[in-house]
């Protein structure tokens, strides 16, 4: 963890596009973009030279491939997990942490990797597209995926297995549930605070995943292909668009039927698809970005605002995938688009006031604008994509051999930190019932911004 004096000068001298210097996540403006500088997600990439068997299309397919991301809530971090068919064949998983402003790699990747199948030979999940298709679920502290297109020479999805990881351990989970469900390509996934359970949907229906029972339960049969996914839990409104539909389906009822809203003012924003989606309670909104202008949509009025900030990072893969997120605590949204672009972050509210203004234009650097600074405290249609893999610099530690399995839990990352301690993750702080911190965003509980600009600067 680095020291708060390093971080308070980190900041002192950074610059970020759209924002005025000296801000951190937590003390942005609102209505604008931060580029952290030298948060490369290349920068701690698994060992390309150690690793070259697994390298496929290249490493930025881990995004580009329909990669997706989540919060963990509970360390503050941007998760990061993807790769599968031919665009990279690593398994190993990447963290951003939002307290230290750094990305960290939280094992390394199995090397004996499966081909077109499930799980790999030490037990460990295999690489695959994760779409949306993954989901942190906060009251038990585990890492939810299911479904995907899986590595493979000459395969498409289907991937069967209900996957968790366990952060602390560093283990992957069969969870061998019980129920049904389909898993073809271009899911989605969110996580429920209120009742626990994943909702799940894709081509061949919406389904209810509970974590607590370990089953599935089919909700209805709707075709939902590669929709921007969100829950209102507020509401208790699960909202799913794209392809110029926004389907909004009552969670409170155990078979929700697609209500259709006819929303105003976002219509080139709903006819894309995978757009990234988060419920800000700050403002009671849901906010929506896929590139360029950031969509804000008033659920109850059911129309869009654009906001059209610069500063907004470019989105080479046009679909987000989850890996746009609401951060609790900094009151800002995450973006991560690129393993060789700097992680950003959006301000649209101070204390859920938004400044008067749609289309808003603002001054400063643009998209693709270099507005990166080196500080001492900052060095450091499925078919397969493609995008070239530079050697880099690899995160410390070890190369990690493979897992140890017991029934359907595989152990993996032997040490990744080089300091001992297994992953180089902190203390989650135990594993008591977690539910209450998602229960914290229905009620709209906040910290005070001193607490919270504290958290962020990190600890001593």
């Not at 003390?27 to 952290?36: D, K, N, Q, T, Y």
């Not at 996934?189 to 229906?205: I, K, L, R, T």
């Not at 009151?331 to 204390?351: R, W, Y």
């Amino acid at each position: 963890m680095r020291s708060i004096a390093a971080i308070l000068a980190f900041f002192s001298t950074a610059t970020f596009g759209g924002s005025v210097a000296g801000k951190t996540p937590a003390e942005m403006e609102p209505l604008s973009w931060m580029a952290v500088p030298n948060t490369k997600m290349r920068a701690v990439q698994a060992d390309p030279e150690m690793y070259a068997d697994l390298q496929g299309n290249g490493f930025p397919n881990i995004i580009f491939a329909w990669g997706g991301g989540v919060l963990d809530t509970q360390r503050l971090r941007m998760v990061i997990w993807g790769g599968g068919h031919n665009d990279y064949y690593g398994n190993e998983m990447y963290a951003f942490d939002i307290e230290a402003l750094q990305w960290e790699r939280l094992y390394e990747p199995t090397v004996d990797w499966n081909n077109c199948g499930d799980p790999n030979a030490d037990g460990t999940a295999n690489a695959r597209h994760t779409y949306s298709g993954m989901e942190y679920i906060t009251h038990a502290d585990r890492f939810f995926v299911s479904g995907g297109a899986l590595n493979c020479t000459s395969g498409s999805c289907g991937a069967q297995i209900t996957w968790e990881f366990d952060f602390d351990t560093v283990s992957w989970t069969d969870r061998q549930p019980s129920g049904e469900h389909t898993t073809q390509c271009e899911n989605s996934a969110a996580y429920d605070p209120v009742s626990g359970n994943v909702y799940f949907g894709d081509p061949g229906g919406l389904y209810s995943y509970s974590y607590d029972d370990n089953a599935w339960t089919r909700v209805n049969s709707d075709y939902l292909y590669a929709r921007g996914v969100v829950i209102d839990p507020t509401r208790r409104i699960l909202l799913m668009m794209g392809e110029g539909e926004v389907a909004a389906y009552d969670i409170s009822q155990p078979n929700a039927e697609a209500q259709q809203w006819n929303t105003s003012g976002g219509d080139d924003f709903i006819a894309g698809t995978a757009q990234g989606l988060a419920y800000d309670p700050q403002t009671d909104k849901v906010v929506g970005w896929a590139g360029g202008a950031v969509y804000v949509l008033d659920l109850d009025t059911h129309e869009w605002t654009p906001y059209d900030v610069p500063g907004a990072p470019q989105v080479v893969e046009p679909r987000v995938w989850g890996r746009w997120r609401y951060v609790p605590g900094v009151n800002a949204f995450i973006a991560v688009t690129d393993v060789d672009d700097d992680v950003h972050f959006f301000k649209l509210s101070e204390g859920g006031m938004i400044p008067e203004g749609g289309d808003s234009s603002g001054s400063g650097p643009g998209p693709g604008d270099d507005t990166s600074v080196t500080t001492a405290a900052s060095q450091g249609s499925d078919g397969d994509a493609s995008a070239s893999a530079s050697a880099s610099a690899s995160a410390s530690g070890g190369p990690g051999s493979g897992a140890a399995t017991g029934e359907s839990t595989a152990v993996v990352g032997e040490d990744v930190s080089g300091d001992g301690s297994g992953c180089g993750c902190r203390s989650s702080g135990g594993t008591q019932d977690r539910r209450w911190l998602g229960l914290l965003v229905v009620v709209g509980l906040r910290r005070r911004r001193t607490r919270t600009a504290a958290r962020v600067l990190g600890r001593a």
